[in-house]
């Protein structure tokens, strides 16, 4: 029932402002991460170092997440949004959760999941420990 709903909202983001089109993939990826197992814990959790889309948990990892979604990735794809600025106001604000609920015996990382919208059906991709990637261009 809730697929069918977002699927009628998929129709009209055509016409619709990029604000629209964030909120719809950041809804759509909390149901695919929702499929795979994983607890919704927070969602656009906002402090004084930035914003963090989606928080979530599956066993004793907890994954911050940034979620991408563009209606063309004909000149670029939406993780390559993701520069080492941005990278770093999520690690700033993932430390912060960190400090302020004590997840001591967790272990963390920092995820991407790209929804793109090309074609009539969008299509997700979660991309695992992006943190650790970009670390390697240093």
Known sequence: MLWRRCLFILRKLI??????????GEKLSSLYLIAK???????NYWTNTGEIDIIC?????????????????????PKENIDFRKLGKIRKTAQTYIDRLCH???????????????KALPRIRHLKAIGYQIDDYK
């Open 15 to 24: 016409k619709v402002n990029d604000k629209d089109l964030g909120r719809f």
């Open 57 to 77: 948990q599956k066993r004793k990892m907890i994954v911050f997440v940034e979620v991408k979604t563009r209606k063309n990735t004909k000149y670029i794809s």
């Open 104 to 118: 001591i015996d967790y272990d963390y990382r920092i995820d991407c999941i790209e929804v793109c919208m090309d």
């Open 37 to 43: 197992g994983y607890k919704i814990r927070e969602r």
